[in-house]
């Protein structure tokens, strides 16, 4: 079956490290995306991993580690404008067609 | 920078009524998903079209729900008769072009079913 889980809230304080965790369960196994989304805001991209490793963009990174089903986010120099919720989706492939699926997001608070 | 377009943004209508949302995705991107999207939830795939061919409406409630992609381009959603737990977000998305890892989302449209 699909399962996607990560922590419902997290808070943080401005200029802090905050890393947000992500365990899943799936098959076809196609890359794993985390995207931010601002309360009423559409998803927007942030980062994509298929291969295990850390990926580097800026203030975030994102690792993988494939036999373990388990990735995380790590926001450093955390500003008040990163509080957002995060998605982890997984992408899988289904008969030559991606199909995405998504955790519930955690709720990331940013205090001052 | 080519975005994916939606409207209405905003959308209320009373229980029994019919509603329906409107997507363009970003030119040349042959797949588009339809979203819901519950408040404090991450998004649910309702469908996923492949130019014109539906490829997943698993999660779509047939019995009011409707989707379509006539000619691969544009794409609407509609719900007859809305009940109120259709209260959401519904979020339009595209992929496919030439960064195609890449989910592009629009805006949404937010539906308030009273």
């Known amino acids: 079956g699909q399962n996607i889980d990560q922590p419902t809230e997290m808070t943080a304080t401005e200029g802090a490290i905050v890393q947000i965790n992500c365990t899943y369960q799936?098959?076809?196994?196609?890359?794993l995306f985390w995207y931010q989304q601002h309360a009423g805001e559409a998803p927007t991209f942030l980062s994509y991993?298929?291969?295990?490793g850390l990926e580097e963009k800026g203030r975030f990174s994102s690792f993988l580690s494939r036999s373990k089903g388990y990735s995380y986010l790590l926001l450093k120099e955390l500003q008040m404008k990163d509080s957002a919720s995060y998605l982890c989706a997984v992408r899988e492939t289904t008969s030559g067609t991606y199909k995405y699926i998504f955790g519930t997001g955690t709720r990331l608070k940013v205090l001052a | 920078e080519a975005e994916v377009a939606q409207s209405p943004r905003y959308k209320i209508t009373e229980k029994s009524q019919a509603v329906a949302f409107w997507c363009d995705p970003i030119s040349g991107h042959a797949t588009l998903y339809w979203y819901r999207q519950i408040l404090g939830q991450g998004p649910e795939l309702l469908v996923q079209f492949q130019d014109e061919s539906v490829v997943d409406d698993s999660q779509l409630p047939k019995d009011r729900f409707s989707a379509e992609r006539l000619k691969g381009v544009d794409s609407t959603l509609k719900i007859q008769p809305a009940e109120l737990g259709d209260s959401a977000m519904y979020l339009c998305a595209t992929s496919g072009g030439q960064n195609n890892y890449e989910q592009y989302f629009g805006p949404g449209t937010r539906l308030t079913v009273t």
């Open positions: 799936t098959s076809g196994f196609n890359g």
């Open positions: 991993n298929v291969l295990d």
